[in-house]
């Protein structure tokens, strides 16, 4: 196969944008099995209990990793432990939490644990930390962001008392709650600026910017996408929504202002599919991140689907290489603190 382009953005843009175009065949092949099981990925539920709830941790993430479980603010937090770094001598200085995909209202799967993993053991620098927030139908948004306010309010305490930085990670479902919870962040520094931010970074995975569902090109992509459709990505939005309006910046992240992440000092970094039918919302949203001044870099990858770099277990060429594109940018980000 042959090697991926590359094209960076205009070095004068705050964001970086790297595009790839290539797509192995064994890609192709995964895309073209997946797509006739697409509706029972995100298929309606009963759903968890309200609040956050207790997870079991995946047992080959658990052959990797000791995996430690707590609660701050009743919210359950899975903290992975490199063993060759068990006899760490000094705390981390940076702490990734990391919100699980799942349509709102699905429990990490089996690739979250792994990736998680992956990145305890690749990323010395920072502990790694599995949230376990609240899901609808049960605990829709505006019910979860109260309880997922208080913890980031304790987090936030706590960074200061210990001297870490945080990196909010999410992908799909969980990259619109750390964006929106990016920006909770920034409100609350902005509002008596003391120091930095307790947010460094976000890293956003093929995210969910817009619930409102209406941009026109979603129809360009929505026959190629192998996961989601706009019918389900609508569906799903209005199980999330409970009695916010959809153009709630809450559950609509590009709504808002996104300057605040340039005036809190957060960076903003992500990951987009060509297959995605959120990609067009998203690449409007990493648009508007540019024109706010917002620094951040950004992997485009064409053909891709959704949320791609969790198949890097199935070894298949484009997740390890989108995997290893984020591990990078996140080493990058503690050795010239994410500026």
């Known amino acids: 196969m042959a090697s991926p382009t590359t094209i960076e953005a205009p070095a004068q843009s705050s964001i970086r944008v790297t595009c790839r175009e ?14 006739p099981f697409a509706s029972l990925i995100l298929r309606p539920g009963s759903g968890e209990p309200k609040g956050s709830p207790r997870l ?9 990793c000791k995996i430690r479980e707590s609660q701050t603010e009743d919210t359950w937090i899975y903290t992975f432990e490199n ?4 006899e760490r001598r000094t705390p981390p200085a940076h702490k990734i939490y990391y919100f699980a995909g799942g349509g709102f209202r699905g429990v990490p799967e089996k690739e979250h644990w792994l990736l998680c993993a992956e990145l305890s053991m690749k990323l010395p620098e920072y502990e790694i930390n599995l949230v376990s927030y609240p899901l609808a139908p049960n605990s829709p948004a505006s019910h979860s962001f109260a309880h997922l306010e208080r913890l980031y309010d304790a987090l936030a305490e706590r960074s200061r008392k210990e001297n870490f ?6 992908d799909s479902s969980g990259g619109n709650i750390v964006l929106v919870l990016g920006l909770y962040a920034a409100s609350k520094y902005l509002q008596s600026p003391s120091g930095q931010c307790p947010v460094e970074t976000i890293m956003a995975m093929c995210p969910a910017t817009d619930l409102r ?4 090109d979603i129809d360009v992509v929505d026959p190629r996408d192998p996961i989601l459709s706009r019918k389900t990505t609508t569906e799903v939005a209005h199980g999330w929504k409970g009695e916010l309006s959809l153009s ?9 202002d996104l300057s605040a992440f340039r005036k ?17 919302d998203a690449i409007l949203f990493r648009k508007k991140l540019g024109e706010c001044g917002v620094q951040g870099d950004w992997l485009d990858w064409e053909k891709q689907m959704h949320c791609f770099p969790l198949l890097f277990p199935f070894h298949v060429h484009e997740g390890t290489a989108g995997k290893d594109w984020i591990l990078d940018v996140l080493r990058v980000n503690v050795k010239s603190g994410a500026k």
């Open 165 to 170: 930085r945080v990196t909010l990670f999410g």
């Open 22 to 35: 290539n797509r192995s065949a064994a890609n192709a092949a995964v895309q073209h099995i997946i797509k």
């Open 83 to 86: 063993p060759l770094e068990s």
């Open 264 to 280: 809190a000092g957060i960076k903003v970094d992500g990951v987009t599919a060509g297959n995605d039918v959120l990609t067009p």
């Open 248 to 256: 709630d910046p809450r559950v609509s992240p590009i709504l808002a």
């Open 213 to 216: 569902n209406e941009n026109p």
């Open 56 to 64: 079991n941790p995946h047992k080959h993430a658990e052959r990797i």
